[in-house]
């Protein structure tokens, strides 16, 4: 096998990024985080025999539609993003996000 066909067989085309999509808003940034199973601290270093966890964000795909540019835009946003959106217009927020 050729290294570009092995390269593409694990996601990845020679020279560019990783093709996988990352679980994160295309608006605000928000990202899976690392965190204990425990909230309280003593009984957390006692016993604590589960180690770390993920949280995910709440991610949702949406297709809006962006009536200046008269076009359908698909992006994965949070709950706070679309909040966002609803707040100060699709236009305005995927521009500041460099989406259009």
Excluded: H, W
Excluded at 12 to 39: E, F, H, P, W
């Amino acid at each position: 096998m050729t290294t570009l066909a092995i390269l593409t067989i694990r996601g990845r085309i020679a020279g560019l990024k990783n093709i996988d999509m990352a679980k994160v808003c295309d608006i605000t940034g928000k990202k899976t985080q690392i965190g204990g199973k425990y909230s309280n601290r003593t009984r957390a270093t006692q016993f604590n025999p589960s180690g770390k966890t993920k949280r995910a964000p709440n991610l949702q795909k949406r297709r809006i539609f962006v009536p200046e540019i008269e076009k359908t835009v698909t992006i994965t946003v949070s709950t706070k993003g679309l909040r966002t959106i609803a707040k100060n217009g699709a236009f305005k927020t995927l521009k500041e996000a460099k989406l259009i």
